[in-house]
């Protein structure tokens, strides 16, 4: 377990950098978080599909897959990985400070 | 009045738990089972077809002879489920009322939902092994194959029996070595995952498998497109990998009437279910086995195997008032086929990856590492599946609890 520092607050990541613990992370955070991921700025887009994925991992759990997200964020895959191109589903739920999505089996 | 279950689709999943009920129920209780053609496909046997290891016609059985005495069936599509009036409506314009519904109706491939996959080139080029027809003319197509860059490709998670398209590229690899034209191909196999496989301890022998063989392994790629005319994958991302000939497993989805019934199914048409009483989360009398569930296990014949025990015991419960039984724990058990009449055997649950020992017991066949004897078990395992397992009898040794004694646990940690 190890410790990262976001906006002058202290939270828990696991060694991958996801949240352990999502009710630690604030908005205040997110624009730190994307820019260890290499994304500069959040857009309004941006803040889309980040908001998409709190209100999904509080509904269900896990995080949307990549699949789930271009069938309900209403953000096409294609422009998902325009945004968050090292892999949208992963650096989406980073950024929103949920756990990797269980995804796949 | 007496109880009516009515049983969606009449695959690995809907046969064996029909034929459960049957016995379990008393004679009063009406079960109908509904279907929309009458081709019962060994879906594992699909796998062996465009090697020339087996023929269509030896793994496909009409569905309603799999059906016991006693058992009603409707050879119709289902065009929706109305959850509120508990009612079935059929293709045909007619309804089937339920106290109890089983969905049973497994995943369908969704080819079109990826850019290119059915457009110039799909049938010719581009192939999957996922389907009869697809696989009998991947046989067709790799008897004419000369040379150049074989691709095997996973669109993206679920798919069906997630270790096929490894031993795909294991049986190419030995199919091209009889043929004595393996110099002259290249074999690359290409995987949204970050591994060859799922879990952890799996997925590091697969690897070293695919290495032995002289497999390329391309990971994390998520095919957005496929250009069969040009022969290339693109990647979401911008990546590329050129085919000469390229066998796609496609994007599954529940099965589409699932999306047509309002409350029913997820985004993917897939029902969410509990993972441990099998009961939906849409209704407390609807009840799901197989692969259109939504449950955090393989979408595998030996999970449906397994799942056949609680689905039916709580079904029963259900029908009595009992409070469910919640025993499923996930176990999945697989024979990989690796070529020149090998195999590997992977037990696992939801709780416990694939580990390497032995299988059932401390005496058995080896888990996680090639043996003769795991070959030998993968082919006697159709006969089980049609003369015991859709009867719903238990296979003899086989629990559906996942054993833990043979397993090797202190050879887990990485």
């Not at chain 2, 998520?222 to 990546?239: I, K, M, Q, T």
Request: with cysteine; hydrophobic share 40%; aromatic share 8%.
């Amino acid at each position: 377990m190890t410790t990262a520092t976001y906006a002058g607050q202290i939270v828990t990541v696991n060694d991958e950098g996801f949240f352990e613990n999502p009710d630690e992370w604030n908005e205040e955070m997110a624009p730190a978080i994307a820019r260890t991921v290499g994304i500069d700025e959040l857009t309004e887009q941006h803040w889309r599909v980040i908001k998409f994925m709190r209100a999904e991992y509080a509904e269900k759990g896990t995080g949307p897959t990549v699949r789930v997200l271009g069938k309900t964020s209403g953000v096409s895959v294609k422009e998902l990985y325009e945004l968050f191109p090292k892999g949208p589903a992963k650096v989406a739920a980073k950024i929103a400070g949920i756990p990797k999505p269980r995804g796949c089996i | 009045m007496a109880d009516r279950i009515v049983v969606l689709g009449a695959g690995t999943g809907g046969t064996l738990a029909a034929n459960r009920l049957r016995r379990v129920l008393d004679d009063d209780v009406q079960i109908v089972v509904v279907d929309q053609d009458d081709s019962h496909v060994y879906q594992p046997g699909l796998l062996f077809v465009p090697f020339g290891l087996t023929h269509l016609d030896e793994i496909i059985r009409p569905r309603q002879r799999q059906l016991h005495r006693g058992i009603g069936y409707r050879q119709t599509a289902v065009d929706r489920v109305d959850l509120d009036t508990e009612r079935v409506w059929l293709a045909d314009g007619t309804a089937l009322e339920y106290d109890v519904l089983v969905v049973a109706t497994g995943s369908t491939l969704v080819p079109e939902e990826t850019e290119g996959l059915t457009g110039p080139g799909w049938m010719e080029k581009v192939f999957t092994f996922y389907t009869p027809e697809g696989a009998g003319r991947l046989r067709d197509a790799l008897d004419w194959f000369d040379g150049g860059r074989l691709v095997v490709d996973v669109v993206d998670m679920p798919i069906k029996c997630p270790v096929a398209p490894l031993e795909f590229c294991f049986l190419a690899d030995w199919y091209l070595r009889e043929r004595g034209i393996r110099d002259r191909v290249e074999l690359t196999y290409v995987t949204p995952l970050d591994g060859a496989f799922t879990k952890p301890v799996a997925s590091a022998t697969l690897a070293g498998l695919l290495e032995e063989k002289g497999v390329e392994l391309v990971t994390e790629f998520n095919a957005g497109e496929v250009e069969g005319s040009g022969g290339r994958l693109v990647s979401y991302d911008g990546r590329e990998v050129g085919f000469d000939l390229a066998v796609v497993i496609p994007l599954h989805s529940g099965a589409p009437y699932v999306g047509r019934s309002p409350g029913l199914g997820d985004e993917l048409n897939f029902v969410p279910t509990d993972e441990h009483t099998l009961q939906s989360r849409a209704r407390p009398n609807v009840f799901v086995i197989g692969d259109a569930a939504n449950v955090p296990a393989s979408k595998a014949g030996s999970v449906t195997h397994f799942e056949g025990e609680v689905l039916v015991e709580n079904v029963r419960r259900f029908l009595a008032g009992e409070a469910l039984d919640a025993t499923y724990d996930g176990h999945a058990s697989c024979f990989i086929e690796t070529g020149f009449h090998k195999a590997l055997l992977i037990d696992f649950n939801y709780d416990t990856e694939p580990l390497p020992g032995h299988f059932p017991g401390s005496i058995g066949l080896p888990l996680l590492k090639e043996s003769h004897m795991n070959h030998l078990g993968k082919l006697m395992f159709q006969w089980f599946y049609w003369h015991s397992l859709l009867p719903g009898r238990d296979v003899p040794g086989i629990q559906s609890a996942m054993p833990e004694r043979g397993k090797h646990r202190e050879r887990a940690s990485p």
